[in-house]
């Protein structure tokens, strides 16, 4: 009897055994199948060598193998106009940055010059444009606060008799190239100047040489990135007796007081309003009664 209970033990332990091993097998080949499912292989990014900036380069800056550098670039985030290499940069001649390349950026075909040229506006220029200066001073130039990179609108003044004058715009959205003889497009300092040039097309150039002569230009500086043309229209001496009021644009968010009374206790809470309309101000509503 003793020696059957001792089999029959050793037969359980040897099933027990076998069971953990089987169970343990069946669990990592489910788990291995859920990686599988879940985890979609990589695809291979194809990638190419361009070369970047090594550090911060501004107009005027001569190209050289110290202040560039190569590294591996996405295919698919690839912009237009890179070099693969630092000797194709420095191949054909010397290279003059014309426009500011931060560090890490491209080095791209559009913000250098070709191979042995100078770094003179005229290499600024987009193709079919030109470019046009216009005098100003510290009032028709916005106060000196207009700089490379920036866009303007360009105004005319004219004024047969001291009663009887108008304003015309005459040139949307143009990019101011240089003021005076400063071209760098990383300025940031206000400067009052004498000239501003400003790249145009061929009848905007016109355009511009025209109006110089039978009036005064002056300049209207654009939001940074603003790109809309506004329909305009001629201004003269009699829309100067009409008060025109500047409206602020409406805040994002509207907050409403709610008083919440707790027994003996009451508390107040600013709320977000959902009113899509505010109530017009006092003045507003008392002008439209009138």
């Known amino acids: 009897m003793r020696k059957n209970t001792i089999v029959m033990v050793g037969i359980a332990v040897v099933f027990g055994l076998l069971a953990v091993f089987v169970a343990q097998g069946w669990l990592n080949y489910q788990a291995e199948l859920s990686r599988r499912v879940v985890a979609p292989k990589e695809k291979p990014v194809a990638t190419r060598t361009i070369v970047i900036a090594a550090g911060p380069l501004r107009f005027g800056t001569h190209v050289n193998p110290d202040n560039l550098r190569e590294v591996v670039w996405p295919n698919e985030a690839l912009p237009a106009g890179t070099f693969g290499s630092i000797d194709e940069v420095m191949s054909g001649g010397k290279r003059i940055v014309l426009a ?22 005229s290499a600024v220029i987009q193709d079919g444009m030109r470019a046009v200066t216009i005098r100003v001073n510290d009032v028709e130039g916005v106060g000196g606060f207009v700089l490379p990179g920036d866009h303007v609108d360009v105004l005319l003044t004219r004024q047969q008799e001291r009663t009887n004058g ?28 004498k000239a501003v040039t400003v790249e145009v097309d061929t009848i905007g150039a016109q355009k511009i040489a025209l109006a110089s002569s039978l009036g005064n230009l002056s300049l209207m500086l654009r939001r940074a990135g603003e790109q809309v043309t506004d329909a305009t229209r001629r201004v003269s001496t009699a829309d100067l007796t009409e008060t025109e009021v500047i409206q602020r644009a409406p805040e994002a968010k509207r907050f409403a007081k709610v ?26 509503q008392a002008a439209a009664r009138r």
Do not use: C, H
């Not at 108008?166 to 760098?184: E, K, Y």
């Not at 008083?259 to 507003?284: F, L, P």
């Open 100 to 121: 500011s390349i931060e560090k890490n950026e491209p080095i791209l075909r559009s913000k250098i010059t070709g191979p042995g040229q100078k770094a003179t506006l």
């Open 166 to 193: 108008t304003n015309d715009v005459v040139i949307q959205n143009a990019r101011v190239l240089a003021v005076d003889q400063l071209a760098d497009d990383a300025a940031d300092r206000p400067t009052v100047v």
């Open 259 to 284: 008083s919440v009374t707790r027994g003996t206790n009451k508390q107040e809470y600013n709320v977000a309003s959902e009113e899509a309309e505010w109530r017009q101000s006092a003045d507003e």
